[in-house]
């Protein structure tokens, strides 16, 4: 079976070298491509695909669709939607948990080599588990020895607060109310022992919750 592949990447060098690189197997077909979140979940619910390669960081700014909302909301569309397989540079916990809980099938990383790129694909696309071994070491560390535990969408606001955003901007990037983002920080602030924004971000980063 061929499997049809949509590619999501915001840079076009990066998208056309992943094109290319997939044009070389002969069983893996490109059947579209977008730069943005809002555009790859609109093909996807257009275009018969097995599966999204989705790059995590889409743009900047307030309201733009991530890659792991996009997951979210493609894999909500139901059973027949396709699979999705991260793609990214980014392996910190908030991103690993936050795009699995999305729904991703599998998460690699993009020095991630040809062969294990391609073989990852034909993995998640028929529904298996694709991870990277970076990412499989972080997880199994997370089970073994949890310490600290942020929930998906707690990461995602201490990611937020680390990029320098309100609690309104985080809002809107989440689309929750400001109400549920204070909720979060509350429980955010707790779990951490944290006494400000900055105390949360500078122990989340100590932890290697997010970005470093």
């Known amino acids: 079976m061929t499997v049809r592949v949509l590619v999501c990447d915001d840079h076009p060098v990066v998208r056309a070298g992943i094109t290319a690189l997939l044009a070389t197997d002969q069983g893996i077909d490109v059947v579209g491509e977008a730069a943005t979140g809002e555009e790859v979940v609109r093909l996807a619910a257009q275009v018969p695909a097995h599966l999204v390669l989705m790059d995590l960081q889409l743009g900047s700014g307030d309201g733009v669709v991530h890659g792991a909302e996009a ?5 909500s569309a139901g059973p027949d939607a ?33 062969d294990q790129l391609l073989d990852g694909i034909r993995r998640a696309a028929a529904g298996e588990t694709a991870l990277s071994p970076d990412v499989t070491a972080m997880l199994m560390q997370r089970m073994r020895a949890p310490g600290v535990s942020l929930s998906a969408r707690e990461l995602e606001v201490v990611e937020a607060v680390a990029d320098g955003l309100s609690n309104a901007q985080i809002a ?41």
């Open 82 to 114: 396709p699979h999705v397989l991260v793609l990214t540079n980014y392996d910190s916990d908030a991103d690993v948990v936050t795009a699995i809980e999305a729904g991703a099938s599998g998460y690699l990383l993009k020095d991630t080599p040809p």
């Open 71 to 75: 997951t979210r909301r493609i894999r």
């Open 172 to 212: 809107a990037r989440l689309f929750v109310s400001e109400s549920t983002v204070k909720t979060h920080l509350v429980h955010v602030f707790e779990k951490l022992g944290a006494r400000s924004r900055t105390d949360a971000v500078a122990k989340a980063r100590e932890a290697g919750l997010i970005r470093g």
